[in-house]
C-alpha cells in the first residue's frame, strides 16, 4: 500500500543554479525518488542473494511448480493480517506483534548476513528450525539487529533494515514460485491489495498500526530532514480529527511529511524476478544479479510500475493499493523480457 504524502510535494522549495537563477523544486521529489531508491535497492539485493539462499536450502516450498503453493501462501499472510489487525483493533497483543515483527526482521537479516559473507549458518528446509539463525555468528547478528530496532525506530533505521531483510525475503520466497505459479500469484495478490485498500479498508488499518509499533514492515522517507518517527507524536497514516478548541478540522502532522510504501510493494514484485532468473533457461545478461532478460525486464517493467503509482499518488490524494500498477509493469516487462531472450510466451506464463 502506498500513501501519499500530500500536501508537501506540491510545494515548491527555490534551488539556485550557477546562472543565479532558481528553479521550483517539488519538495515531495527527493521523497519520492527516495522510496523508488528502497524499492529498487530490495529487489537488486535480493536478485544478488539468490544463488547464495538457494545453496543454503532455504526455499519456502520444495515443489516449486505447484500453484497450491499460492493458497498457502495467501492463507499464511491473511492469518497473519487478520491477527495483526484484531490485535491494532482491539489492543490486545500488540507488544506481541512487535516482537513477532522485529523477530522475523532480525532473522532474515541474519540470513542476508550469512549469504553476503559466508560466515555463520542458517537451519536449511526441512528442519525444524528453517530460517533461524543456528550459529554464534549469525545469532549475534539477529540479536544486535533486534536490539537496535527496538531501542532505536528512526526511519531511517528501519528502511535500511527493512531492505536488507526485504532482500532475503525475496529469494527464499522467489525461489519456492516456479513461473506459473508466480504468476497467479502477482494477479491474485493484486486483487486483493486494492480489495483491502480501496473496499475493506483494512490495509491502512494495519498500517497505522504498525506505525504505532515503529515496525520497519514499510518504507518512510520524510520530505524534511527534521521529521522523527521516535516523536512521541508520530502517527504513520494520520488523518483529520476534530480541534475541540476552535471546531476545525487538523490533520496529523506525520500525513504531509512523509511518503510511505509497504514492504509487501517489493517483495511480491521481487518474487518474480527471482523465479524468472532461477526457472527460465534464458542466458544470464547480468550474472552478479543470477538476472536474464525475463528478469531484467521485471525488475524494469516494475520500476515503470513504480511510475504510474507515484503518478496516482500526486494527482490523487489518498491511500493507493500499490500492487495493482507495481505487479501490471513486472508482469508486462518480464513477458517482454521472455519474448527479447527468445523464450516462448507459454513458457514464461508456465503453460
Same mark, same amino acid.
Given at each position: 500500500?502506498?500513501? %501519499?504524502?500530500?500536501?508537501a510535494a506540491d510545494?515548491?522549495?527555490?534551488?539556485?543554479d550557477a546562472a543565479g537563477s532558481t528553479t521550483a523544486i517539488p519538495s515531495g521529489t527527493y521523497a519520492y525518488v527516495g522510496i523508488v531508491a528502497l524499492y529498487a535497492a530490495t529487489i537488486v539485493l535480493g536478485l544478488a542473494l539468490t544463488d547464495e539462499v538457494a545453496a543454503m536450502?532455504?526455499?519456502?516450498?520444495?515443489?516449486?511448480?505447484?500453484?497450491?503453493?499460492?493458497?498457502v501462501f495467501a492463507a499464511m499472510l491473511l492469518v497473519a493480517t487478520g491477527g495483526m489487525v484484531a490485535a491494532f %483493533?482491539?489492543?490486545?497483543?500488540?507488544?506481541?506483534? %512487535?516482537?513477532?515483527?522485529?523477530?522475523?526482521?532480525?532473522?532474515?537479516?541474519?540470513?542476508?548476513?550469512?549469504?553476503?559473507?559466508?560466515v555463520g549458518e542458517i537451519a536449511a528446509s526441512g528442519s525444524v528450525l528453517m530460517g533461524l539463525p543456528t550459529s554464534p555468528a549469525s545469532i549475534a547478528v539477529a540479536?544486535?539487529?533486534f536490539?537496535?530496532?527496538?531501542?532505536?525506530?528512526?526511519?531511517?533505521?528501519?528502511?535500511?533494515? /527493512?531492505?536488507?531483510?526485504?532482500?532475503? /525475503?525475496?529469494?527464499?520466497?522467489?525461489?519456492?514460485?516456479?513461473?506459473?505459479?508466480?504468476?497467479v500469484l502477482l494477479v491474485v495478490w493484486a486483487g486483493y491489495d486494492a480489495y483491502a485498500v480501496y473496499v475493506s479498508g483494512h490495509m491502512q488499518e494495519l498500517a497505522a498500526g504498525l506505525g504505532d509499533l515503529r515496525a520497519p514492515i514499510v518504507f518512510v522517507?520524510?520530505?524534511s530532514r527534521s521529521f522523527?518517527? %521516535?516523536?512521541p507524536e508520530f502517527d504513520l497514516i494520520g488523518g483529520d480529527e476534530d480541534d475541540e478548541d476552535d471546531g476545525e478540522q487538523s490533520e496529523s502532522p506525520a500525513r504531509s511529511e512523509i511518503a510511505l510504501l509497504g514492504l509487501g510493494d517489493a517483495i511480491i514484485p521481487g518474487m518474480l524476478a527471482v523465479s524468472a532468473g532461477h526457472f527460465l533457461d534464458a542466458p544470464a545478461v547480468v550474472p552478479a544479479l543470477n538476472a536474464n532478460a525475463p528478469a531484467l525486464g521485471a525488475l524494469v517493467g516494475g520500476l515503470v510500475g513504480m511510475g504510474g503509482l507515484l503518478y496516482l499518488v500526486h494527482r490523487v490524494e489518498g491511500a493507493h493499493a500499490g500492487l495493482p500498477p507495481l505487479n501490471a509493469g513486472v508482469l508486462g516487462g518480464y513477458l517482454l523480457g521472455a519474448v527479447a531472450a527468445g523464450t516462448p510466451i507459454t513458457t514464461a506464463l508456465g503453460l
Open positions: 500500500m502506498s500513501e %501519499r504524502a500530500a500536501d510545494d515548491g522549495e527555490d534551488v539556485a536450502g532455504l526455499a519456502m516450498f520444495q515443489n516449486p511448480g505447484s500453484v497450491g503453493n499460492v493458497g %483493533r482491539y489492543g490486545y497483543g500488540e507488544a506481541l506483534v %512487535r516482537v513477532f515483527l522485529l523477530g522475523s526482521a532480525s532473522t532474515l537479516t541474519a540470513v542476508a548476513f550469512v549469504a553476503l559473507t559466508g540479536l544486535v539487529t536490539a537496535v530496532l527496538w531501542g532505536y525506530p528512526e526511519w531511517y533505521v528501519n528502511d535500511i533494515a /527493512a531492505v536488507v531483510f526485504g532482500a532475503a /525475503a525475496i529469494p527464499m520466497l522467489g525461489l519456492g514460485f516456479g513461473p506459473l505459479p508466480v504468476v522517507v520524510p520530505h522523527s518517527m %521516535r516523536d
